[in-house]
């Protein structure tokens, strides 16, 4: 089950996101903290703050970390996969 939530909180931002990573982060903010409640506006944006620390695109680093906190490692690979 959690990984449905997971599929759906990743794909509708990644859908309706235009430009990437900086324009997706409040529409996955919306799935997962307001939607789905997978975590709260604390833990998300502690997630935000770390995954700015590390270079790359910021919407798959969020993705393996909320994955990887939620489910385990093979959901990790799955959300970044998406």
Do not use: C, R, W
Request: glycine share 10%.
């Amino acid at each position: 089950m959690i990984q449905k939530q997971l599929f759906l909180a990743f794909f509708i931002p990644g859908l309706i996101g235009f430009d990437g990573g900086p324009s997706t982060i409040p529409l996955m903010q919306k799935e997962v903290v307001d939607h789905y409640q997978m975590m709260t506006l604390t833990e998300y944006s502690s997630v935000i703050a770390i995954g700015n620390i590390f270079p790359g695109p910021i919407v798959t680093k969020l993705a393996g970390y909320i994955g990887y906190e939620l489910a385990g490692m093979l959901v990790a690979v799955i959300a970044i996969l998406l």
